[in-house]
């Protein structure tokens, strides 16, 4: 299973006072599995079952949560955005601080518009988002899965980033028509550079920006292998975590000045979330390198058939003597019915062996248990997320039983890959 997270990062505050904003762009974290699951993937936002905020709606279909931490954001920026919309617009005393708030909503109006735009673009591409969160950084689209190919990868990714572009050139645009020194104007402008940051920050080459999901679908569409891709472009992210984290210095050493706290701290936070989510993808991608090896012949244990009613002292005994480890219940045809958990079995006192029917310790068949012997690396990981069980019922293509696969097996194969 895919479960692909696009994040976006917050852009980097700039002396103007466009704001550090939260932003759009992709990760491509694509999720663990249950069995043999990557402990990290949720990065910032947490884990996908833990409700992510307040629920605002569901435009085009597609649930829409506030992270709490974005409204204390919002507070943020409301109280440092007053007093600059105060400076500059002499006369607003007390509204100065609603001005912040209706900047800080338009900001994260845009931050949605931009990840609507990535969440429909997968859509149309038969993709399911699952829902767009807005968190402190910035927002993510959960989609279910990856775009198939580099260029839809590549339409996904830009997709954000594009729309905060336009939205920005027409805020831009708008503000010069506008009366000089009016509040709307100054609105305007200022939510047309927060955009045209918002669109540009999440270009930086790297995952887990947008610009890193571009790099991606380039690479793979050169290399023809997804996953190196994802590696090329989480590297890159690393670099453009450095990149930011170094900026404040940089720009403030061209203008001859020191840097200013704000922005050394605000940068420092961003390339910190880049700099994660670069990682957990790099780890990520490694761990899904190992699953190639995971072979379900290696893996299964040789089991032999038993009736239900044979007392499980003699399954076992038949089974020691076969060199088998495992039992599979078979009817009057032979045909399989159910696995003997060999918990269940070893739980049992050698005492009561005798008078223990297999029937008694095995669990019966469910559909999804049963597994192809050719099987293998993902398409495995993907059946047993499917169907969770302890036990696993492995046949040939023809049908013949070739034994049990223990999931405690795979995770230890998958552990010591
Ligand atoms: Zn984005």
């Known amino acids: 299973m895919s479960d692909e997270r696009r994040e976006d990062g917050g852009t980097p505050a700039t002396s103007q006072g466009s704001a550090g904003t939260p932003a759009g762009g992709p990760t491509g974290a694509p999720g663990g599995s249950p069995a043999v699951r990557p402990s990290d993937q949720d990065g910032p936002t947490g884990p996908p079952g833990r409700s992510p905020g307040l629920r605002l709606g569901s435009p085009f279909g597609i649930p829409i949560f506030v992270a709490p931490s974005s409204i204390f954001l919002a507070l943020l920026l409301a109280y440092v955005f007053g007093p600059v919309a105060e400076r500059e617009l002499p006369g607003l005393g007390g509204a100065a601080f609603l001005v912040g708030i209706a900047f800080a909503v338009l900001l994260y109006g845009s931050v949605l518009l931009h990840e609507l735009a990535h969440s429909v673009v997968a859509r149309s591409f038969g993709i399911p988002v699952r829902r767009i969160v807005l968190q402190l950084l910035g927002g993510v689209s959960e989609l279910e899965r990856e775009p198939e190919t580099a260029g839809r990868e590549l339409l996904v990714a830009v997709a954000g980033p594009g729309l905060s572009l336009v939205l920005a050139a027409f805020a831009l645009g708008l503000g010069q028509v506008l009366p000089d020194d009016s509040l709307v104007r100054w609105l305007v402008l200022g939510i047309g550079s927060a955009n045209l940051l918002v669109g540009i920050f999440n270009l930086l080459p790297g995952l887990p920006l947008d610009g890193g999901r571009v790099l991606r679908a380039v690479a793979w569409a050169i290399t ?116 003997v958990d060999e918990a269940a079995a070893s739980a049992t006192p050698e005492h009561r062996r005798p008078w223990v029917s297999v029937a008694t310790v095995a669990r019966s068949l469910q559909p999804g248990m049963t597994l192809s012997a050719d099987l293998g690396g993902e398409e495995l990981v993907k059946a047993i997320q499917a169907t969770p069980s302890r036990e696993y019922l492995v046949v040939e293509p023809t049908g013949e039983i070739v034994g049990v696969l223990s999931t405690a097996d795979v995770e230890r194969a998958f552990a010591n890959a």
């Open 224 to 339: 023809g292998k997804p996953l190196l891709s994802t590696l090329i472009a989480a590297w890159a992210g690393r670099a453009v975590a450095v990149f930011v984290a170094a900026l404040p210095f940089v720009l403030a050493g061209a203008a001859g000045t020191d840097p200013s706290v704000v922005n050394v701290v605000w940068c420092a936070l961003i390339a910190m979330f880049i700099w994660f989510g670069a990682t957990a993808t790099i780890q990520h991608v490694r761990l899904r390198e190992k699953l190639p090896s995971l072979d379900v012949r290696r893996l299964t244990r040789r089991a032999i058939p038993v009736a239900a009613d044979l007392p499980l002292a003699e399954a076992l005994r038949r089974a020691y003597v076969a060199g088998a480890r495992g039992l599979v219940v078979v009817d009057a045809l032979g045909k399989p019915t159910g696995l």
